[in-house]
């Protein structure tokens, strides 16, 4: 059974970091481009970043320096390093799966004082 289980969302302040996880089982994970999106209240989900095989990165407009994406292929898992975070990225953050077109269940990011 193909799965993606997200982590490592909560409350952080402005200016603060936070690092989720995406845990991948039942493909071989080194073969897909992975991707990060995101989904706030009364918006349409936006890409945040994606990765593929043999390391191209794309980042969406917004993030401007502030997070990156990376990926594990032994451990199965991608990860967004989120810094300098605002408080308009909170929302709740998706891993998807590109080849697969496989969403994960999303983990809530908040940043407020």
């Known amino acids: 059974q193909v799965q993606l289980v997200e982590s490592g969302g909560g409350l952080v302040q ?4 936070l ?4 845990a991948a089982s039942g493909i071989i994970f080194s073969n897909h481009a992975m991707g ?3 989904q706030a209240p009364g918006k349409q989900r936006e ?13 969406g407009d917004f993030v401007k320096g502030r997070f990156a994406i990376s990926r594990d292929d032994a451990k199965n898992t991608a990860y967004l390093q989120m810094n300098s975070l605002k408080p308009e990225d909170t929302a709740v953050y998706f891993c998807y799966d590109i080849v697969l077109t496989l969403w994960g269940q999303g983990t809530q990011v908040t940043v407020s004082t």
């Open 14 to 17: 402005p200016g603060g970091s």
């Open 36 to 38: 990060w999106y995101r």
């Open 47 to 59: 890409m945040v970043a994606t990765i593929f095989p043999g390391g191209r990165i794309d980042y």
């Open 19 to 22: 690092r989720l996880s995406c």
